[in-house]
């Protein structure tokens, strides 16, 4: 099939979850399919890194992201107004609007994957603009429920109103919108039944779906030599997610203090670009942006997901297994991925049970082993993309015939 891929961010390097999960999609489906990837662009984002991609797409088309201050208050006085989504309409610009209209003006396409919720309303588009192309929604995340999530868990009351606002109008957005394509695809059980009951109240119910984890390629990846008696713990994330700073924040605030009390030569490395503001105390260092993680994951004991809110997987936690690094997590944290808690991983959710888990794994050597090795254990059998992506065979398939897959 000749299918047209949308993405919101650049699908290479392989430095955030969202990348992984597109990246992988798109390397299984260029090995049957002509694709073509349309795709914003960042400022950070290198030529190299289109080039690479051009190495196995068919083409490759990019569209600058713009975005401002200024941009961001017109939006937000926009979704008040409106009631729409501030989180899609922020996004919504003529340029890729344009580049639709060149790229199917230019060739018929039998498929148009929107990879992300943030990119249905462009494949919704191309698909006025070509009725008989089948349409795909890949949804990483039951996107409603970061910013209610959010809501539940700050003190600021006009933060509280506007994350619960955001989250109201995401939910209808969002269940109006996946009733709308032929298929969409599902990172986890959890986000499927949380919008189809959305569905069910709202719409007339949601497309046939399917659900597919996002996967890694651990055999590629060489678990980590740790150093012994190190007491390192490690954070790893982008901290302009909003969940991923206040997760760390409550850690580092709450949780690390106890910790330091039982282990005062214990030390928090955060990794990430933006950290918060307050991310600072004794044992703390914020790094920012890492380009080569392999001597602070040489010296990581114990790798956290202190996370409250979100939704879809947590890459990180794949990341960490494919290491070979022991996993304290939230139960947010974990949430959507096949753990078994005291085996691969540890969970707990209060602050004393966190900084009591920690603690285990940094004094106990054969506990951090056993959840070390079980845990990569799982994501090779698990959460191998090579393994699990031919589920994506069966859609296509479908598709092809003029039907809409099946539901799985």
Not at 80 to 109: C, N, W, Y
Not at 212 to 237: E, H, M, N, W, Y
Request: proline share 7%.
């Amino acid at each position: 099939m000749r299918i047209l891929f949308l993405s919101q961010v650049l699908p290479y390097p392989l430095d955030a979850g969202p990348k992984m999960r597109s990246y992988f999609v798109l390397r299984h489906l260029t090995q049957q399919h002509e694709v073509t990837l349309l795709t914003f662009v960042r400022d950070t984002d290198r030529p190299e890194n289109i080039a690479h991609l051009a190495e196995f797409c068919h083409a490759v088309r990019a569209v600058p992201m713009r975005r401002s201050r200024f941009r961001d208050l017109k939006f937000l006085i926009q979704g008040l107004l409106t009631q729409q989504p501030f989180l899609i309409i922020r996004d919504e610009l003529p340029e890729m609007i344009d580049a639709l209209k060149q790229l199917v003006g230019a060739q018929s396409f039998d498929a148009i994957h929107a990879d992300q919720l943030w990119m249905a309303q462009y494949a919704l588009a191309a698909g006025a603009m070509l009725p008989q192309a089948k349409l795909l929604l890949d949804q990483h995340n039951a996107v409603y429920l970061i910013p209610k999530r959010l809501a539940e868990s700050t003190a600021n009351p006009l933060k509280q109103l506007f994350l619960s606002r955001e989250s109201r109008a995401l939910a209808a957005f969002e269940a109006e919108v996946c009733h709308r394509f032929d298929h969409v695809v599902w990172v986890t059980g959890e986000d499927y039944q949380a919008v189809a009951a959305l569905a069910q109240a709202q719409t007339n119910g949601l497309a046939p779906s399917t659900i597919i984890p996002i996967c890694a390629d651990p055999g590629q990846v060489k678990p980590v030599t740790r150093a012994s008696g190190q007491k390192r713990i490690t954070f790893l994330g982008g901290l302009h997610w909003p969940p991923n700073a206040e997760g760390i924040l409550w850690f580092a605030k709450q949780v690390f203090p106890r910790v330091r009390t039982e282990i005062p030569e214990a030390i928090l490395t955060v990794i990430g670009k933006n950290p918060p503001a307050g991310l600072a105390g004794e044992g703390v260092e914020a790094t920012g942006y890492v380009t080569d993680l392999s001597p602070y994951l040489a010296e990581t004991t114990v790798f956290i997901v202190p996370l409250h809110a979100g939704g879809g997987m947590r890459v990180k936690i794949l990341d960490a297994w494919s290491w070979g690094l022991p996993i304290v997590s939230t139960t947010i944290g974990a949430e959507g991925i096949d753990i078994q808690p005291g085996q691969n991983i540890l969970i707990a959710d209060t602050v004393p049970d966190f900084a009591q888990a920690v603690i285990r794994v940094l004094q106990e050597p054969a506990l951090a082993q056993q959840l070390a090795q079980e845990g990569r254990q799982t994501v090779r059998q698990k959460y191998d993309w090579r393994r699990i992506y031919p589920a994506w065979d069966k859609i296509y398939a479908g598709l092809a015939n003029n039907g809409s897959g099946t539901q799985g």
